[in-house]
């Protein structure tokens, strides 16, 4: 299974909502799905497991959504340490990620 | 609070050996699966390999099937990657990540708790 991830880049301002994208090239379990946050020089961190369950700590802007072939991570809000790379995870594969940077 | 500690990376000439550990005092290597995911220089995450929380399954990347070796010591809670023949490939910084769910027969269900990685490069 492959996951597409995109936009590759999206701009926006602080306070902007950004909406990423995560495709499977066929449909898979939801339970399956996580997102990940990755700053430069960091680990990856897990904001979101099952689609749409937030990881512990995470805040409530960060949300996701989608069944089937097509994943949502929608930020509500960008604040500034939101300008980071985030991949999304489907079982043992990740997408190719999808950078938020500062428009 | 669970944490993770890798070690072993350094410089390696192509086709040579290097092991990999990940060390976690207090983490309960008996009920978690594990894993390794890798970096290379600019890239996106790659998964490399896991342990199911039992030790009884491994799982590889196609990339590193037949060369990379995952196994675990309860007793010392250490996670290790041993590679063989390595490529030049290779070269990435190499995290280990604690599978999300406990006792998880498959571990696809995220990884919440990550090390902060070792750089691995393979040049002659």
């Known amino acids: 299974i492959v996951l597409t991830q995109s936009p590759g880049t999206l701009y926006l301002s602080p306070g902007e909502r950004a909406t990423l994208s995560c495709r499977a090239s066929?449909?898979?379990?939801?339970?399956?799905i996580a997102w990940y946050q990755q700053r430069p020089g960091q680990a990856p961190r897990l904001l979101i497991s099952?689609?749409?369950s937030r990881a512990t700590g995470i805040p409530d802007r960060f949300s996701g959504s989608g069944s089937a072939t097509e994943f949502t991570l929608t930020i509500s809000g960008l604040e500034p340490e939101d300008f980071a790379m985030y991949y999304c995870?489907?079982?043992?594969?990740f997408g190719g990620g999808t950078k938020v940077e500062v428009k | 609070q669970v944490q993770l500690v890798e070690s072993g990376g350094g410089v390696v000439q192509p086709g040579r050996s290097l092991r990999l550990s990940c060390a976690g005092p207090?983490?309960?290597?008996?009920?978690?699966?594990v894993h390794w995911v890798r970096q290379a220089p600019g890239k996106g995450l790659e998964w490399v390999a896991a342990?199911?929380?039992?030790?009884?399954?491994?799982f590889y990347a196609d990339s590193v099937k037949g060369r990379f070796t995952i196994s675990r010591d309860k007793s010392k809670n250490t996670l290790y990657l041993q590679m063989n023949s390595l490529r030049a490939e290779d070269t990435a910084v190499y995290f280990c990540?604690?599978?999300?769910?406990?006792?998880?027969?498959?571990?696809?269900?995220?990884?919440?708790?990550w090390g902060q990685g070792t750089t691995v490069i393979v040049s002659s």
């Open positions: 342990i199911s929380y039992d030790g009884s399954n491994q």
């Open positions: 995870q489907q079982s043992l594969t």
């Open positions: 066929q449909s898979v379990s939801s339970s399956y």
């Open positions: 990540a604690k599978e999300r769910v406990v006792a998880a027969v498959l571990p696809y269900y995220g990884m919440d708790v």
């Open positions: 207090g983490f309960p290597f008996g009920r978690f699966g």
């Open positions: 099952g689609a749409s």
